[in-house]
């Protein structure tokens, strides 16, 4: 995939592999042994664990400490209060993940204003100005991830059917970016197909919606659910109820990449690349407390994942061997294939 969006203020990407440091600049980060603290949406999710191991690895190979993980579990309060305390802590910079928009922009510009360096992580809430606010964003190209999840929904839906979003309720300029994008190639490549929306406040909300969705809208023959999570949430609610419906989602998740290996209701993934996306932020990070310029805007292109590339994707995206548990259903189902085939 290549890099379709642009960023918050309408800025070009600088793709992520450009953002190096040089022999000379890594030595003179390692001499200052920086000090680093993350705070995250939430440290729970197989895409935050991925990002944080691609932040500590790579700070790690710089002698730069990371001090701290913050978890907000989602609470706006949450963050603004570690926010508030790091501005006065002995760290050197931040990087963080800010939930929703203007509550937290004020929060995010204090701690700049304290002296540390901050890089954002997807989101630049609104009034936040590139080398003012902040030294740059970090981010998968969410808008290419929309467009490949209505690509790979619109093969299972009929002439003159409806597709659901299945929607975050929270101003987050990543998943808005994403539905977006859905809509757009929905309207470009599919004018028949009509499109209805549901939206979550919080995680356990995405079942309900799910189904609110089938119940509003009978001719639904499938759903984009705008992250991992919340599309499997949707997948049991939809199971309980026995009900079966395409979805294409963001983020190769574990459970998502067992589903799509069970030739389940998962049938495509535009899936980020948090490992590398978490490294990146690391260098972008060290780049700016360096005094280096680093672009407002840096980019990472993300993955089209179908069922009958699951193991390989994994690899690719997790940097780590596929578990057990999706190769043999991976295995299981290709044999119910070559058995349905034979009769």
């Given at each position: 995939?290549?890099?379709?969006?642009?960023?918050?203020?309408?800025?070009?990407?600088?793709?992520?592999?450009?953002?190096?440091?040089?022999?000379?600049?890594?030595?003179?980060?390692?001499?200052?042994?920086?000090?680093?603290?993350?705070?995250?949406?939430?440290?729970?999710?197989?895409?935050?664990?991925?990002?944080?191991?691609?932040?500590?690895?790579?700070?790690?190979?710089?002698?730069?400490?990371?001090?701290?993980?913050?978890?907000?579990?989602?609470?706006?309060?949450?963050?603004?209060?570690?926010?508030?305390?790091?501005?006065?802590?002995?760290?050197?910079?931040?990087?963080?993940?800010?939930?929703?928009?203007?509550?937290?922009?004020?929060?995010?510009?204090?701690?700049?204003?304290?002296?540390?360096?901050?890089?954002?992580?997807?989101?630049?809430?609104?009034?936040?100005?590139?080398?003012?606010?902040?030294?740059?964003?970090?981010?998968?190209?969410?808008?290419?991830?929309?467009?490949?999840?209505?690509?790979?929904?619109?093969?299972?839906?009929?002439?003159?059917?409806?597709?659901?979003?299945?929607?975050?309720?929270?101003?987050?300029?990543?998943?808005?970016?994403?539905?977006?994008?859905?809509?757009?190639?929905?309207?470009?490549?599919?004018?028949?197909?009509?499109?209805?929306?549901?939206?979550?406040?919080?995680?356990?909300?995405?079942?309900?919606?799910?189904?609110?969705?089938?119940?509003?809208?009978?001719?639904?023959?499938?759903?984009?659910?705008?992250?991992?999570?919340?599309?499997?949430?949707?997948?049991?609610?939809?199971?309980?109820?026995?009900?079966?419906?395409?979805?294409?989602?963001?983020?190769?998740?574990?459970?998502?990449?067992?589903?799509?290996?069970?030739?389940?209701?998962?049938?495509?993934?535009?899936?980020?690349?948090?490992?590398?996306?978490?490294?990146?932020?690391?260098?972008?990070?060290?780049?700016?407390?360096?005094?280096?310029p680093v672009p407002p805007w840096v980019a990472l292109a993300g993955r089209e994942?179908?069922?009958?590339?699951?193991?390989?994707?994994?690899?690719?995206?997790?940097?780590?061997?596929?578990?057990?548990?999706?190769?043999?259903?991976?295995?299981?189902?290709?044999?119910?294939?070559?058995?349905?085939?034979?009769?």
């Amino acid at each position: 995939m290549s890099i379709a969006g642009l960023g918050p203020h309408g800025e070009r990407a600088v793709p992520a592999a450009q953002i190096q440091l040089t022999q000379a600049d890594a030595a003179q980060a390692r001499a200052r042994r920086f000090s680093i603290a993350v705070v995250l949406h939430t440290t729970t999710s197989d895409w935050s664990k991925q990002e944080l191991a691609g932040i500590a690895a790579t700070l790690g190979l710089y002698s730069a400490a990371l001090v701290e993980v913050v978890d907000c579990n989602f609470d706006v309060e949450l963050q603004v209060a570690a926010l508030a305390r790091l501005a006065r802590e002995p760290v050197d910079a931040v990087i963080s993940i800010p939930i929703g928009n203007a509550r937290v922009a004020e929060a995010h510009r204090t701690l700049t204003q304290s002296g540390r360096k901050l890089v954002l992580i997807d989101n630049a809430p609104t009034g936040m100005l590139p080398g003012t606010d902040y030294a740059s964003v970090v981010s998968t190209d969410n808008f290419g991830l929309g467009q490949s999840c209505a690509a790979m929904l619109s093969t299972h839906i009929p002439q003159g059917g409806a597709a659901g979003i299945l929607g975050y309720g929270i101003d987050f300029f990543a998943t808005h970016e994403r539905e977006i994008a859905f809509r757009k190639w929905m309207g470009n490549h599919r004018p028949d197909v009509t499109i209805v929306r549901e939206r979550f406040a919080d995680l356990e909300g995405a079942g309900p919606a799910a189904l609110a969705m089938v119940e509003k809208t009978p001719a639904l023959s499938g759903i984009f659910a705008v992250w991992d999570v919340p599309a499997m949430k949707a997948v049991r609610a939809l199971t309980q109820s026995g009900m079966d419906m395409p979805l294409t989602t963001v983020d190769l998740g574990n459970e998502v990449a067992l589903d799509m290996a069970r030739r389940g209701m998962i049938k495509g993934v535009g899936a980020q690349l948090p490992y590398d996306q978490g490294s990146a932020a690391a260098r972008v990070t060290l780049a700016a407390l360096l005094g280096l310029p680093v672009p407002p805007w840096v980019a990472l292109a993300g993955r089209e994942v179908t069922p009958s590339d699951v193991i390989e994707a994994y690899q690719v995206i997790w940097h780590l061997p596929a578990p057990k548990a999706i190769i043999d259903s991976v295995r299981t189902a290709m044999s119910a294939q070559v058995q349905d085939a034979g009769n």
